[in-house]
């Protein structure tokens, strides 16, 4: 009949039934009902089900509600890699609210400005950073509610709020019903850079891009299946943890929480608990290759690991694989919800040399699977580099797993975005097999233990001492953290320092992860019109 709508012009109209916003938090809701008695969280003698984090989240958000605290207000958190962490990825999104996850690494005077900028409403404080959060806050002129995390590490120490995170949970109904975002670009979470290029960025993450990334995260990493038993390496503040708190509750898997990132703690955690997955830097992974034999004692089971930051080197493979560890390097920024390309295995990598495929492993790779694309494209003319392994271009990514824009910063959010692509100023070679790598980074930034560090912030604190003339610092390869900062200065007629000087007058002004470790006294090679070449500073440092 000429009346029939077509199939074109059939489901045209979203409405509750054919459409609802993704979320990561729909994950907690199914997994409490499917497998309510299945282990969620295991912290030393701590142990939860689904059904008891479920209960425990819907307090959170009840209790926050009932401070008034709705959508769009952020509440951070500043803990380690404790139950407190996993429930607030959802307690907190659960109540609407934006939850801004704090580096624990970071010092006062960065955290004042990220509580400020982000206009956190309420701080959860894990009560050994302590110190530091009442230095930050001392500054404020409205600082946040304050409330104490407890944990068996901590117990005894001085508070910094009125109110315990327990109490606050017991202020909750058991019974509340959370509030779905009204749309999946609705802000989930707030994280910041590491302020390599001046004040850290707030990356603003949305609850669509969430939910696809820790799928992603699941369809992209072979063995995940259900039920996988993940232990937290990886910081829970940094990019949300890759989005695995959401990963994990949708398999019903089991979140080990670590407090101390320690070889020891490690071992014992993956016997005991049958570790099966973990990600983390290329250090992380070093401390169990290179922990006494008596501490992998017991353990005869397979762990996958991802690694990110610094390619891991053919040692560390080797390492990795004598004990029981498959790696998979992954790659991916703050802006892109962590990890949004992988290098995906190639069966016949398998009978390659070690140096061979360690080559092949050290590359980004390609797109990870729910994000759109991953290109290398020349800057100005965003046309995709040949796939020579030589020509460099800058690594872009587009599609549902990049953020929603840099939190009261439209200049930058649009600079970043230019031409329809997220410009990460990675600059990277495409090789024939289509595997990215990369050669560069325009920003000069260093990746130390997995943490970004500017090298124009730890030059501008050095031409704060009264002897620098001129500073460069560039990154020098290092066996335990990938890369550390090493400073070259010039100093000024008639006045010297010496190299313990510097640091100590770095550590005074900088979080000591971004301090130089070693200081050289030389003559900076500049170009005619004074650029500094650092080009040749990194041969130098390198031994090349």
Same mark, same amino acid.
């Given at each position: ?16 039934? +054919? ?19 299945? %282990?969620?969280?295991?912290?030393? $003698? ?6 008891? /984090? ?74 050994? &950073? ?50 779905? %975002?009204?749309? $999946?670009?609705?802000?989930? #979470? ?26 992603? +995260? ?18 829970? &503040? ?17 979140? /080990?929480?670590?407090?101390? /990132? $320690? ?105 990870? /699977? ?8 020349? %800057? ?36 970043? =975005? ?58 020098? %390869? ?11 200065? $010039?100093?000024?007629?008639?006045? #010297? ?7 100590? =007058? ?14 050289? &006294? ?23």
């Amino acid at each position: 009949m000429a009346d029939d709508p077509t199939v074109w012009q059939l489901g045209l109209e979203k409405n509750a039934a +054919n459409f609802v916003a993704l979320t990561p938090l729909s994950f907690l809701a199914r997994t409490a009902s499917v497998y309510p008695a299945r %282990p969620a969280i295991v912290h030393g $003698e701590v142990r939860r089900s689904w059904g008891e /984090v479920h209960a425990r989240c819907r307090r959170l958000a009840s209790a926050l509600a009932r401070r008034g605290l709705g959508r769009g207000d952020v509440v951070a958190i500043i803990a380690p890699n404790i139950p407190a962490m996993v429930e607030a990825h959802f307690g907190v999104p659960m109540a609407g609210c934006v939850l801004n996850t704090l580096n624990t690494r970071l010092d006062a005077a960065t955290l004042r400005f990220m509580l400020e900028h982000g206009g956190a409403k309420l701080l959860l404080v894990d009560r050994e &950073f302590a110190p530091v959060m009442r230095a930050a806050l001392s500054g404020m002129a409205a600082p946040p509610e304050v409330v104490d995390i407890e944990d068996a590490a901590t117990a005894g120490t001085a508070s910094l709020g009125a109110l315990t995170y327990e109490a606050l949970l017991e202020q909750g109904d058991l019974d509340f019903a959370w509030l779905a %975002p009204q749309d $999946e670009w609705d802000a989930i #979470s707030l994280n910041y850079t590491s302020g390599t290029t001046g004040d850290p960025k707030g990356v603003v993450y949305h609850h669509r891009g969430a939910y696809l990334n820790a799928v992603s +995260n699941i369809l992209g990493w072979s063995g995940m299946g259900r039920h996988p038993v993940y232990l937290w390496t990886l910081p829970l &503040f940094h990019c949300n943890g890759w989005c695995f708190p959401w990963s994990i509750a949708a398999v019903a898997g089991v979140n /080990v929480c670590l407090r101390r /990132v $320690e070889a020891a703690a490690m071992w014992t955690a993956i016997r005991r608990e049958r570790v099966t997955h973990m990600c983390g830097a290329p250090i992380v992974y070093a401390m169990l290759v290179d922990a006494p034999a008596e501490m992998r004692a017991g353990v005869d089971h397979a762990i996958a690991g991802q690694i990110a930051a610094a390619a891991p080197p053919p040692a560390l493979i080797e390492g990795c694989t004598r004990a029981g560890i498959e790696l998979t390097h992954v790659y991916g920024l703050t802006e892109t919800y962590g990890p949004a390309s992988v290098c995906a295995w190639q069966e016949e990598w398998a009978d390659l040399p070690l140096d061979a495929r360690a080559d092949r492993l050290s590359r980004q790779g390609v797109t990870a /699977v729910l994000q759109e694309a991953m290109e290398v494209l020349d %800057p100005d003319t965003l046309r995709p580099v040949p796939r020579d392994g030589h020509t460099m271009g800058e690594i872009m990514f587009r599609g549902n797993i990049t953020m929603k824009g840099y939190l009261k910063n439209p200049a930058s959010t649009a600079k970043a =975005f230019a031409g329809g692509w997220f410009r990460t100023g990675d600059l990277a070679v495409v090789h024939a097999d289509g595997y990215a790598k990369i050669q560069d980074r325009s920003k000069d930034i260093i990746i130390s233990g997995g943490e970004n560090i500017s090298s124009l912030e730890v030059e501008e604190a050095l031409y704060r001492h009264p002897a620098v003339m001129h500073a460069a610092v560039v990154a020098q %390869p290092d066996e335990k953290w990938g890369e550390v900062p090493c400073a070259v200065l $010039e100093m000024r007629p008639g006045m #010297s320092a010496t190299e313990d000087e510097i640091i100590a =007058f770095c550590r005074e002004r900088m979080a000591r992860y971004k301090v130089p470790k070693r200081v050289l &006294f030389r003559e900076i090679p500049k170009t005619s019109t004074g650029k500094i070449q650092k080009h040749l500073l990194r041969e130098m440092v390198a031994g090349r």
